[in-house]
């Protein structure tokens, strides 16, 4: 599997190997090549994406092109290894004021509300990055039935604890922001709390599973 390298900005490399759909063994590989390239005296930081590492680096003692060779290093002495999960449960009531776009979902999926979340709820899903904001998951393992296209106006304020989806993820809004993913739903779990030992509710890895309540 080819990893690709471009320059994000003057002392970043973005590294990418997504190919059409997602690849959970190279989500893997990618976790584990982060690890093993953080250590490098000279990378600022590792940021596992989607299929993608954003690789940080100083540029007043390293350049793109020895930053490189370490990535590429490091990916090819990756192997697919099985990472330590935990499996996390978070309580969804389906609909409602933070669900608004729940029937919109349903009808292009061409599923009835009640379906849409059974489907949805059904799902296993896994986080392969945290980004966007802090706490903020992308979920792998939504169906393809409700893989549907972002809204084409996102909301300038989507509160915290929506559940959400958008393309071929899922998530929970960590706190008040615009985004332009559908709401199907709410929580009142907390994925960012800046007081708790551990900020992240979620790690990278952890299997997801949404139960709906009344």
Request: charged share 20%; hydrophobic share 45%.
């Amino acid at each position: 599997m080819k990893m690709r390298f471009h320059l994000a900005g003057a002392t970043a490399l973005l590294c990418d190997i997504a190919h059409g759909g997602f690849d959970d063994a190279a989500q893997r590989r990618i976790w584990v090549t982060a690890r093993a390239v953080e250590r490098h005296q000279h990378v600022i930081s590792a940021i596992p994406g989607v299929n993608n590492l954003l690789v940080g680096f100083d540029g007043l003692h390293t350049g793109p092109g020895a930053i490189r060779d370490v990535i590429a290093e490091a990916w090819e002495a990756a192997t697919d290894v099985a990472v330590p999960t935990r499996e996390v449960r978070i309580q969804v009531a389906y609909g409602g004021a933070l669900g608004e776009d729940l029937a919109d979902v349903a009808a292009q999926a061409g599923l009835s509300v009640r379906e849409t979340i059974a489907v949805h709820a059904a799902g296993i899903y896994r986080v392969a990055a945290i980004g966007a904001m802090p706490g903020f998951v992308y979920l792998t393992g939504l169906d393809g039935r409700l893989c549907v296209p972002r809204r084409d106006t996102p909301r300038v304020h989507v509160p915290r604890g929506a559940v959400i989806l958008g393309g071929g993820h899922a998530g929970v809004m960590p706190c008040d922001a615009p985004s332009g993913w559908h709401m199907v739903g709410a929580t009142e779990s907390i994925l960012f709390d800046v007081h708790r030992d551990e900020p992240c509710l979620l790690r990278m890895g952890d299997v997801v599973r949404f139960d709906p309540v009344a």
